[in-house]
Each structure stands twice: as C-alpha cells, then as structure tokens.
C-alpha cells in the first residue's frame, strides 16, 4: 500500500540521517580532544610570560604558532576522517 512505501521511505531516510550523524561523530571527536589538547598548551607560554620567564614578542610568537598548527592539523584531519568531506575535498581541489 502507499501508507507502506511512505513509512519505508521514512524509516531509510531516518536510518540514513543515523548513519551520516555517527560517521560525522567518529570524525569531530578525535578533532574535538586534540584541539583541546592544543589550545591547553598554547596557554603554556602565557603562563610564562606573566611567571617573567619569557620574552613578550617570543612567547606570542610561539601562541599563534600552535593556534595556527591547531587549525592546519584539525582540518586536515577532519577532512581526511570523513568520507563526504574527503569526496567533497577531492571534487574541488583535484
């Protein structure tokens, strides 16, 4: 019946949007505890700089540097982790 195919249509469309959410969650979360990790150490030089163990102009240098590492590395492995964002990648840049 019609009723039927509407419903099966539904629960595919459900279980489709299930699968995209858990493959996205297996990509963001290692990004997630990385950059965290990372954005905890860019503190680090902060903390020394205010202790007086660091040069100001160096200590900025080496905080921007790990916020720039964070972005380039988190990126790229977010995009190789999933395999829309890797298709989608591929598509516009090969």
């Known amino acids: 019946s019609r009723q039927y195919a509407t419903m099966n249509e539904r629960a595919l469309s459900v279980r489709y949007q ?12 290692p990004v997630v505890v990385f950059s965290s990790f990372f954005k905890s150490c860019s503190l680090i ?8 163990l660091g040069h100001y102009g160096v200590m900025r240098v080496i905080f921007f540097t790990i916020h720039s590492l964070n972005c380039v590395i988190m990126k790229t492995v977010l995009i190789g982790s999933h395999r829309g964002l890797r298709r989608t990648f591929r598509i516009h840049f090969s």
Do not use: D, H
């Open 18 to 29: 299930m699968a995209e959410i858990l493959e996205y969650s297996r990509a963001v979360i």
């Open 45 to 52: 030089p902060c903390f020394l700089w205010q202790m007086g």
